[in-house]
């Protein structure tokens, strides 16, 4: 009888009794429902407590337009941005050896390190009015700080790892044969990239890519510092939020955030359409048939 008991346990990927899985279970979707679920119902609810046309008033008043559309250019400008870059870094890092290898990784990895206020800060401590390149702008008649300049850099700075680091570990478990085997048939670097890399890669950018968007839509604390609260020039959706609640509006507030919540719905489903997506690809690759030899490759 207990020898029955282990096999059904190990058939079903573990040996431990029921009532301790059942345990562990309903552990984890109390505390989801409890830290995850329970605040992101009482965001929808706050912002409808005094019905849809009280919500719908807070998104088309000037400021919450003003602050929607600065997200969007800046999400615009980073998302991009951090695209090149991302990829850039992750195909150098896990394709190449070269001298500072370490380094570009640490690099890559220092935005995860740093507060991003302390980011924040960096930027006003070098494009600031006081700041080490402060004067040489205000000569040339040029803003960065409290301006839309300083929020993309901030922005920039702070969502930088997620593509990387959504990609590096994925080239380096592909390997470079494919790569090689293209140059080897003369393929240039940019042919081997849009043909072979770019198609391996897909579905990891297209995850690192909704991530990299998400933080920077959401971001607070970075541009919180260089954007100087300007109401109706510099602030984004976060900061319009903050506004919002230190003044009182409950219901405006909770409606302006509950786009964000929108956002951070849209991007786990996009994020598990991904996945799956991924899965399918490795799976189907996983049971091709044999190639049939060609004239250019003898039979085994």
Known sequence: MSRTRTVRRSQAGTTEAPWVRNTLIGAALLFLGLFLVLPLAAVFTEALRKGAGAY????????????????????????????????????????????????????????????????????????????????????????????????????????????????????????????????????????????????????????????CNARAMGEFGAVSVVSGHIRGQTNTIPLHVEILYNEYQSVAAFAVASLLAILALVTLVIKSVAEWRSEQELKAAANLPPERPTALQPAA
């Open 56 to 211: 719908f008033d807070a998104l088309r008043e000037p400021d919450a337009w003003s602050a929607i559309r600065l997200t969007l250019i800046t999400a615009a400008i980073s998302v991009p941005l951090n695209l090149v870059f991302g990829v850039a870094a992750a195909w150098a890092i896990a394709k190449y050896e070269f001298r500072g290898k370490a380094l570009l990784t640490t690099l890559v990895d220092l935005p995860f390190s740093v507060s991003p206020v302390v980011a924040g800060l960096m930027y006003v401590l070098l494009f600031g009015a006081q700041g080490w390149l402060g004067p040489w702008l205000q000569a040339h008649d040029t803003k960065i700080i409290f301006a839309i300049p300083g929020i993309v850099l901030a922005t920039v700075f702070v969502t930088f790892p997620f593509i990387a680091r959504e990609l590096i570990p994925l080239m380096q478990a592909q390997g470079s044969e494919e790569e090689q085997a293209a140059m080897v048939l003369g393929a240039t670097g940019w042919q081997t990239f849009w043909k072979v890399t770019l198609p391996n890669i897909k579905w990891g950018l297209l995850y690192g890519v909704i991530l």
